[in-house]
């Protein structure tokens, strides 16, 4: 099977007890079944903490509660004590994958590092070179994919190279990149993939003005009426509201956009909507240079990353915003990129 991963994938280190933001915090860790039977067997007094601190949430899912906010099993030194008595193949599957995000398309895996983790933010963060990503094979038997994923696959790098022309100003590669989700997403809803092939980078916004308010505070506010993971994320938002714009590289910018329109865009396979993709990818770009005043940019990434990436409550709304909000319409972001 061929994998395919960020070009700063192999750089990845935990940063371990020294982390700033542990994972091991604020998230109620989810124990899949085989370890949760492991943990059952367990003998000695860490067995009898696993099975006093195991319990079944309102999914019905195995989990331990947190304990003053933190993993019950999150030593002083911020070390992980399931990881340091029985080994890493002792923890749950959720703590040994993240901060990876992995999808299965079939014929290939994309494995994406989530900006949520300080380490992945600062290889993500750290360079201004494009971001590119990384093939290999393994020898993993393939799978048969879905019938739209030879047709969005490349459209998907289309789109990328496009966000990745620094020929042109990002706010107009950004205009382009939605205009070519709305004609793609026409082929979509008329069951054409065949004819995304004749969409290519090439596809130019007809400039117009537009007229109405723009994302902004609107943006800041929906976010704010999601669930919230960290207490003071609705004052930053609020912070955000009124300060007024400051450059951020675009640089920057541009590997923001790309990895979360790599992350996104080909999950249109799993039921044909590209466009809220596409606007999900310029709403983080937008949102994010905006925070980024308050907070700084990687702090931005990492906390828009957090609330939204990691619950898919809360991405699943978004996404549901980009059809139903007008505030947060194509035409709202199609302004918002027209404003200088
Ligand atoms: S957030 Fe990242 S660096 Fe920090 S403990 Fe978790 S995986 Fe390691």
Not at 154 to 159: A, E, G, K, S, T
Not at 211 to 223: A, I
Request: charged share 30%; hydrophobic share 40%; with cysteine.
């Amino acid at each position: 099977m061929l994998i395919r991963v960020p070009d700063y994938y192999g750089d990845f280190r935990c940063l371990a007890g020294a982390c700033p933001h542990t994972c091991c915090e604020k998230w109620e860790v989810v124990i899949d079944e085989e370890t949760a039977c492991r943990y059952f067997e367990v003998p000695g007094p860490l067995g009898d903490k696993l099975r006093d601190a195991i319990q079944a949430d309102e999914e019905g899912d195995f989990c331990f509660p947190l304990d003053g906010g933190r993993c019950p099993f999150l030593d002083g030194e911020n070390l992980c004590e399931i990881h340091r008595t029985l080994g890493e193949d002792a923890t749950s599957v959720t703590c040994r994958e993240h901060p990876r995000f992995i999808e299965d398309y079939g014929p290939f895996r994309e494995v994406t590092l989530s900006a949520s983790c300080p380490a992945a933010n600062a290889l993500l963060l750290g360079t201004d070179m494009p971001l590119t990503f990384l093939e290999r094979e393994t020898a993993e038997p393939a799978e048969e994919g879905d019938e739209w994923l030879p047709f969005l696959l490349p459209l998907r790098d289309r789109m990328l190279a496009l966000l990745a022309d620094r020929t042109r100003p990002l706010r107009a590669r950004l205009r382009d990149f939605l205009t070519l989700a709305v004609k793609a997403q026409e082929f979509l809803d008329e069951d054409q993939p065949e004819l995304l092939s004749s969409l290519t980078a090439e596809n130019r916004t007809q400039e117009k003005h537009r007229d109405g308010p723009g994302l902004f505070p609107y943006g800041l506010r929906f976010l704010g009426g999601l669930e919230i993971l960290e207490p003071d994320w609705p004052d930053l938002l609020r912070q955000a509201e009124t300060v007024p714009a400051a450059a951020v590289p675009e640089t920057a910018l541009e590997r923001i956009a790309v990895y979360f329109a790599f992350r996104y865009l080909l999950k249109a396979v799993n039921d044909g909507d590209l466009l809220s993709r596409a606007q999900m990818v310029v709403f983080a770009v937008l949102t994010v240079e905006r925070l980024a005043v308050v907070c700084g940019l990687s702090e931005a990434l990492r906390r828009f990353s957090c609330e939204v990436e990691h619950s898919d409550e809360n991405l699943d709304a978004l996404l549901r915003g980009f059809w139903q909000e007008e505030p947060l319409s194509l035409d709202t972001l199609l302004k918002e990129l027209s404003t200088a």
